[in-house]
């Protein structure tokens, strides 16, 4: 079944327009299957990941990036991502959210664009948000698609692809697993090994603890969100990015005079840092929370692994240095 909607305001703009929604879903039957996320998994329910790519008509036509062709690997990419085609459901004993892997698919969008890619890469960041659906789980659980990915055809013969992915699946390291993988599906190309269908993080057992008032500086506790899996954030949020070459990252290093060898993540980390306080003035962030990318055995296991803490400063980070 596929449904045909227009958005009114980019219609009149003539940016994105001709939206065609369907699903697909694996090729084969998954079968009675349950996915059981973690409980850093469901920490992270609140959030979304969403990521654009941009192909030009070069790339296009090397792929032979069709449709058709699109669709045909997707169904086989499936087969191996199942738990991202699957539908929330919540425990009848103890109410803790599952995935019940029953193949209702992903969520598929085709829209065109009037515009060049050169023409959207002249526009500001926040307008590729029209490239990428921007969907939430609820307030039905059990209607509600994990995963979007959106299809849009440029003027210039180029394509965009648009990935919508609930947090709770996996984190940023996953969803870039899991977009490249795609590649040799694109090529005909598939595993050797067939699907795994024990794919739920392993459980871990409680063990009794004391009773703390302490809370992590890494996290904040918000109120119940019932099922509907969305949060309002308290200012406008808007994404930005920088390119480093290896000899600036270098540099930047190097040039605080650190007797011990810094790690590239920590070197930008505190560079930023100290920048967005000299920016702010007045009282100083002296704490900050770090996501690192966590250990990952199996490409094809998505995962929150990110490991998440926080960094205090009992000092003017200002007028510090990196390796300070």
Request: aromatic share 10%; glycine share 6%.
């Amino acid at each position: 079944m596929v449904n045909h909607s227009k958005n009114g305001k980019e219609e009149e703009a003539g940016l994105v327009y001709g939206h065609r929604l369907s699903s697909i879903g694996p090729a084969r039957v998954t079968g009675d299957v349950v996915y059981e996320p973690s409980n850093i998994d469901l920490a992270m329910k609140l959030h979304y990941l969403r990521v654009v790519y941009l192909f030009d008509k070069e790339a296009v036509e090397g792929l032979n990036l069709s449709k058709h062709k699109l669709k045909e690997a997707l169904f086989s990419w499936l087969n191996f991502y199942y738990e991202t085609c699957g539908r929330f459901r919540r425990s009848d004993d103890t109410g803790r959210p599952y995935i019940k892997c029953n193949d209702c698919g992903m969520r598929f969008v085709e829209a065109k664009s009037s515009l060049t890619l050169e023409e959207w890469l002249t526009l500001p960041a926040n307008s590729l948000k029209r490239l990428v659906p921007h969907h939430v789980i609820g307030p039905e659980l059990n209607f509600s698609p994990p995963t979007f990915l959106q299809m849009t055809f440029l003027s210039c013969g180029g394509m965009s692809l648009g990935l919508s992915w609930a947090h709770v699946l996996g984190d940023a390291f996953s969803v870039a697993s899991f977009m490249n993988s795609l590649g040799p599906f694109l090529k005909g190309l598939q595993p050797t090994s067939s699907p795994n269908f024990n794919k739920s993080p392993p459980h871990i057992q409680k063990t009794a603890k004391k009773t703390t008032s302490f809370s992590p500086l890494s996290v904040k506790k918000v109120g119940p969100v019932e099922d509907n899996w969305a949060i309002d954030p308290p200012c406008e949020m808007d994404s930005f990015s920088f390119h480093l070459t290896g000899q600036q990252l270098a540099q930047l290093c190097e040039s605080e005079g650190a007797s011990d060898p810094i790690q590239p993540f920590e070197c930008i980390f505190a560079a930023i840092w100290r920048a967005i306080v000299k920016i702010k003035g007045g009282s100083e962030p002296n704490v900050v929370t770090v996501i690192k990318s966590g250990p990952k055995a199996d490409d094809m296991l998505l995962r929150n692994n990110q490991i998440v803490s926080s960094v205090k400063a009992d000092f003017s980070v200002a007028e510090a240095h990196v390796n300070d």
